[in-house]
C-alpha cells in the first residue's frame, strides 16, 4: 500500500523559512514524479512544484527564486525547502506522487494527508 507522509509545517514570520519532507512508504518512489501542492482556505488546490524521476524541477510562478525541490531515492524522501516565506504561502501542503510528468507538474496518483503552514506579517 502506498503510503506518503508529510512533515516539518508549523508557523513563522514573514521572511522566515520551512523545510517539509514527505517519507514514501510501501514503493519504491524513484521511478515515479513526485511534487508538492497547496491548498488555502475558500481556494482551490494548487501546484507548488514537481520533480520528475530523471531530477528535472518545475515550479509554480509565484515560488520560483523561494522554493526549491528536492529528493533523495535512496532514502525515498521528498523535500521542499521554502525561504523568504510570504503570508500568501499560508496554506496545507500537500505531497503527492504519479507516473506522469507533463513538464510544468507530477500529475498526482497518490497523496499524503498534508502539514500546514501558516505565515504571518
Known amino acids: 500500500q502506498v503510503q506518503l507522509v508529510e512533515s516539518g509545517g508549523g508557523s513563522v514570520q514573514a521572511g522566515g523559512s520551512l523545510r517539509l519532507s514527505c517519507a514514501t512508504l510501501g514503493y519504491s518512489s524513484s521511478t515515479y514524479c513526485m511534487g508538492w501542492f497547496r491548498q488555502a482556505p475558500g481556494a482551490e488546490r494548487e501546484t507548488v512544484a514537481g520533480?520528475?524521476?530523471?531530477?528535472?524541477?518545475a515550479y509554480e510562478d509565484s515560488v520560483k527564486g523561494r522554493f526549491t525541490i528536492s529528493r533523495d531515492n535512496a532514502k525515498n524522501v521528498l523535500y521542499l525547502q521554502m525561504n523568504n516565506l510570504k503570508p500568501e504561502d499560508t496554506a496545507m501542503y500537500y505531497c503527492a506522487a504519479g507516473k506522469s510528468f507533463t513538464g510544468t507538474r507530477c500529475i498526482a496518483d497518490y497523496w499524503g494527508r498534508g502539514t500546514q503552514v501558516t505565515v504571518s506579517s
Open positions: 520533480v520528475d524521476s530523471d531530477g528535472s524541477t
